[in-house]
Structures are given as C-alpha cells and as structure tokens.
C-alpha cells in the first residue's frame, strides 16, 4: 500500500543524545514536510523541503535539521535532544501545489528524558 | 503571514445530533483553506479542502464546510453526527503558491451516546 513510513513509532531518549527521525514515501511527491503536535498547539512545522536537494525552516526549526537527497527519503535530526523536544512528530508529503492534498505518516512519539 | 484560530478547544454532541466546528483564518488574499481529522494513535486524514469556486465544499464521511470571506471563517458541518466522529479536527490554511500549510490547535470532538 502506497503512503508514509515513518521510524520509530516511539522512543525514549536520554537528554543530549543524537537522534534521527526516519521518513520515506513511495508516493513520489516532490513536497515533503516534519511537523509536531503537542497538546493545544496543534501542528507546528519544522521544516519543509519542496523538492529533492532543497529543504527550508518552517515556524520552529531551532534544534532540528533535515536533509533530501533523494525524493523518497526525508530524515529529521535532533543533534542533541532536549527535554521540550518531547512530541509526536508526523512526516508528510504533497500531491500537487499549494491546493494540494498533505498525506500523513503514523506519527514518532518521543520521549526526551 | 497566515494564522488559524480554532475557538473551541472541546466540543461534545450527542449522537445523531448536529455539528459545527469553528474556523478563522488570517490572510489577506483568497486562502486554500483545509479540514484535516485525526483518530486517536492515527495521523491526519484530509476531510475536505476549498481553493476556488463554490463556497460550500462536499468532503468524505458527509461533512461539508463553508467559506465566508466577509466572516473570514471556514467552518466545518455535518448534519448528524456518528459515534465514529469522535476524533480531533484541525483546519488548515496555505497561502496562495505557498507550498506549507498552517495548522490550527485543533477541536476535539466527542460524542455522547
């Protein structure tokens, strides 16, 4: 079935460790973006990146990176993992332009001890 | 820069009773404007989506929302709600060639029996 992988489902992390959030579509949509829920913020995206080989900051990308080699594969990176990094983290990629459709993987839950 | 407000943080209805969730947004051209719906451990399912046209859109599971440009809103209907409604609802606006999507804090619904 077509769609987003995203890994791990969940982890514990000790604080300062260096994580990397897995994330692959077979869609071969050119937009792909890292968002994180917390409670009664909604969705906050971290960063985007609208095509292979380019990436962009979104409204909290502090502490966070990203890279896009390739169209399928779009990884996010806690260099050195906080406490307030606690979240559910969901990759997801677009069909089309701006009116496209954002399709959605499972989500991360990370834990930042 | 675009922003969504979702009034309510909690709603609960009765089954088989009607809803309204409630959605303003910022932006000072015409918006593409979005409802996604989201099921406890799940990611995001789009609902339905207004860009052009008509300001009364048809989504999946028979919800609807209309756009009221003067009322800056975007709120989301159905007519008779199901116990399988529970879940939390969050509108969604991009601006206009933007390829990132702005999300609300998002509305949970639940649904008394």
């Known amino acids: 079935i077509a769609g987003i992988t995203q890994a791990p489902t969940s982890q514990i992390l000790a604080a300062g460790r260096r994580m990397t959030l897995r994330c692959t579509q077979d869609?071969?949509?050119?937009?792909m973006y890292w968002y994180r829920q917390d409670l009664g913020l909604g969705l906050r995206l971290i960063h985007y990146?609208?095509?292979?080989?380019?990436?962009g900051k979104g409204e909290v990308p502090d502490g966070y990176s990203v890279s896009r080699a390739n169209t399928d594969d779009f990884p996010l990176t806690l260099a050195s993992a906080v406490p307030s990094q606690t979240s559910v983290y969901f990759c997801?990629?677009?069909?089309?332009?701006?009116?496209?459709?954002?399709?959605f993987g499972e989500g991360s839950r990370l834990t930042v001890l | 820069a675009q922003s969504v407000t979702q009034p309510d943080i909690h709603i609960t209805v009765s089954e088989g009773a009607s809803l309204e969730l409630r959605c303003n947004y910022s932006?000072?051209?015409?918006?593409?404007l979005f409802w996604y719906v989201q099921s406890p451990g799940q990611g995001l399912q789009l609902l339905l989506k207004y860009f052009s046209g008509d300001t009364l859109v048809q989504g999946i599971k028979g919800f609807e929302a209309e756009f009221k440009r003067s009322q800056s809103s975007f709120n989301l209907r159905k007519p008779s709600v199901h116990w399988s409604d529970a879940a939390e609802y969050f509108c969604a606006v991009a601006a206009g060639g933007a390829q990132k999507l702005v999300f609300g804090q998002g509305t949970r619904l639940t649904i008394n029996p």
């Open positions: 932006y000072g051209a015409t918006p593409y």
């Open positions: 869609m071969r949509h050119n937009a």
């Open positions: 997801a990629s677009k069909s089309g332009g701006a009116a496209g459709e954002l399709f």
């Open positions: 990146s609208n095509t292979a080989g380019t990436t």
